[in-house]
């Protein structure tokens, strides 16, 4: 199983305190997914992140519905935190969101995605021709997002 790795930063001109408390809230993730992609947050009520926290989503990708369950792995209020993939549509999914203090008033975050799918060659073959595409979207228009969002 081939690992592959997404990586995207940004700076945001708020204080980091600010930063990490939106993307720390899991229902801003639906303020920022591409509409195409029909993201949903199933799980009720609020979720309280912390080590061991379950997520679940509802999606739809190039018109097939996605059910995906995410574990928060690591967090470290204020400065990172990890999800990983328990059920959904990747061999391996491994997303670290990282948060440093930039001057008087900024952060830069940092994702990095590690992921892999399944199938062997056949889905390599499909990250080739359209997972590895659909990510960078998705990841471009999070980064737009959150600079509308957060400006």
Request: include cysteine.
């Amino acid at each position: 199983m081939k690992t592959h790795l997404l990586e995207r930063s940004q700076r945001i001109a708020r204080p980091c305190a600010e930063v990490f408390g939106f993307f720390s809230d899991a229902h801003n993730l639906e303020a920022i997914t591409p509409a195409w992609l029909h993201f949903r947050i199933v799980t009720p009520g609020a979720i309280e992140m912390a080590p061991g926290a379950l997520i679940e989503y509802r999606l739809r990708l190039h018109g097939l519905p996605v059910r995906w369950l995410t574990c928060i792995e690591e967090w470290e209020p204020g400065r990172r935190f990890v999800d990983v993939q328990v059920r959904g549509p990747y061999a391996r999914w491994h997303h670290t969101h990282e948060f440093e203090p930039d001057g008087d008033c900024g952060t830069v975050v940092r994702d990095r995605v590690r992921y892999a799918l399944p199938l062997g060659p056949l889905g390599e073959l499909a990250r080739r021709t359209f997972v590895a595409r659909d990510l960078d979207r998705i990841f471009d228009h999070r980064l737009a997002s959150v600079s509308k969002v957060m400006a």
